[in-house]
């Protein structure tokens, strides 16, 4: 059994595209892309005209959640940004620590199997029926059922069994590991629960009619979707964190950055992601808008596909040749909104380390040397990326111009980013790379999909690496953190010492707000979902 874990896959900035995000049994996650860049331009003045007003916000977002929304199944980020308006999970896991929902606390058991939650008692569903543990263990089972082809499935079915839950009464819950593993925490998070009244008689979770009629214990309700325009929200008045001061959310849909951008200005929009460019062309204040960074944990890269490029002395000559500091350069103009990883792991983790780790450093003299002993001339490539990106598409020249040093012609194949992320999981596709990126989990071991030799997801096709595959083996099961960094710190070195993952940038996240709208900090700004509780949000006066 090949292991799934979370996973948000970005392939670069600009569109949804199916290839990795939360992982799930049978079924591939949707990756999506956080560019601004677009073509088509949605009428920005459906659902300001319909909705705005003092008691909307309004969030400009760049397309439509891209499955029917449901909690089993979405994996792009604006179908769980609005799953996330609309449920809750037990807690989230983030870089901060535990953040709870709908649990309160929990405890370990003596054997360090069991690991068992309070849930809170004053929660309801927005239909005002009671949230119990029965909608925990319904929904964690759900995700435990390959055939439902939840994005969650192998964060609790393992080789060595599957996570067993139970209800211990009303509101108390507990999920026993098949293994004794430090990653439990971060496995059992950021599932959201669904009602059991409501779905207990469906048998396809993505198809049916409950999904955008939705029942749930988030702040907000789904009270209108118009696909390509708007999904409107109102306020759960059954939330158990109270009532949110914001009546109405509205997610607008614009794929043109320069409508949204101009959306914004003009007041009719309250907030856009944005890259750093654009935000530096804004006058902030003239605007009365605000600019928040944050980190999503992201690591943009490109990967060799080994099956094509069979020789690792021939990849890491490749890499020799390349300056990633260019890249990022051209793509954000300075380090304020980037750190350079030169791991698969993001530079703000815990276990990221660049002891004993070949970072490739751009020498073109050396990369030349490479070639020649490896016996290769002449050579010619094809390079994967999302043309409508600006972002990796300004990497993919600095790529060509770079390889072009060391005498291997590229050829830039820009192309639609789902057609490109489809034909990546085949060993024998006409790629020989790819630009990509994604957002992953706290742990470590939420990587293991994009690296294991059989990884659902290592579109690098290599094989014969046990190293890597024995130290995620021994990552998930060793309690004690200091072993775990020590474990971890090799891994990331046999990882880069492939040749063929080549971590190109870890870029911040850019919210511009209107003032208007306050309470964004206390919202809290998280990877994919935007805000980790949008009930924090008020409007001024």
Known sequence: MKRFKKLVSVLTLTAMLAASLTACGGKDPVAEDDSTAGTTTADSSTATTETSGDSTFTYAISGDPTETVN????????????????????????????????????????????????????????????????????TYEAMEQEDNLGWAYSQLVYDQGTVKVEKVDDYTVSFT???????????????????????????????????????????????????????????NENYYKGEPSVKNIVFQIIENADTAILALQNGEVDAYQMTPQQVKKLDLDASNLTAYSYTE??????????????????RKALLFAMDRKAMDDAAFESDEYYSIPYTFLPTNSQFYTED???????????????????????????????????????????????????????????????????????????????????????????FSILFENDGAYNYMHYSGY?????????????????????????????????GA???????????????????????????????????SLKIAE
């Open 71 to 138: 909690v089993i199944t979405t994996s792009d980020r604006w179908g769980l940004s609005t799953v996330k308006m609309i449920y809750s999970p037990l807690y989230m896991n983030n870089a901060d620590g535990i953040n709870w929902f709908l649990a309160t606390d929990y405890s370990v058991s003596d054997d360090n199997l069991t690991y068992t939650f309070k849930l809170r008692d004053d929660a309801k569903w927005s239909d005002g029926e009671p949230f119990t543990a029965d909608d925990v263990v319904f």
């Open 177 to 235: 590991f098949p293994f004794v593993t430090p990653t439990a925490i971060e496995m059992l998070s950021q599932i959201f629960i669904m009602p059991e009244h409501i779905y207990k008689d469906v048998t396809d979770f993505e198809h049916n009619d409950y999904n955008m009629n939705s029942v749930g214990t988030g702040p907000y309700k789904l009270v209108e979707y118009q696909s390509g325009s708007y999904l409107k929200f109102e306020a």
């Open 466 to 498: 046990d190293t890597i595959d024995q130290l995620f083996e021994e990552g998930r099961s060793e309690l004690d953190e200091s072993a775990r960094k020590e474990t971890y710190a090799k891994l990331q070195a046999a990882v880069q010492d492939t």
């Open 297 to 314: 944990g992201r690591v943009g890269y490109l990967q060799i596909n080994c099956n094509r490029v069979t020789d690792e002395n021939v």
């Open 501 to 535: 993952f080549y971590p190109i940038i870890s870029n911040n996240k850019i919210l511009v707000v209107n003032n208007r709208i306050q309470g964004v900090e206390d919202a809290g700004l998280v990877p994919v979902y935007t805000f980790e509780d949008t009930s």
């Open 356 to 446: 004993g780790v070949e970072k490739y450093e751009q020498d073109v003299d050396k990369a030349k040397s490479m070639l020649e002993e490896a016996g290769v001339s002449g050579l010619k490539l094809k390079l994967g990326y999302i043309s409508s990106d600006a972002v990796q598409s300004a990497q993919a020249l600095l790529i060509q111009e770079q390889l072009q040093e060391v005498g291997v012609t590229v050829e830039l194949a820009g192309g639609d980013g789902t057609a490109i992320a489809n034909a990546m999981k085949d060993p024998d596709n006409e790629y020989d790379m790819y630009l990509g990126g994604y957002i992953m989990g706290i742990d470590p071991d939420t």
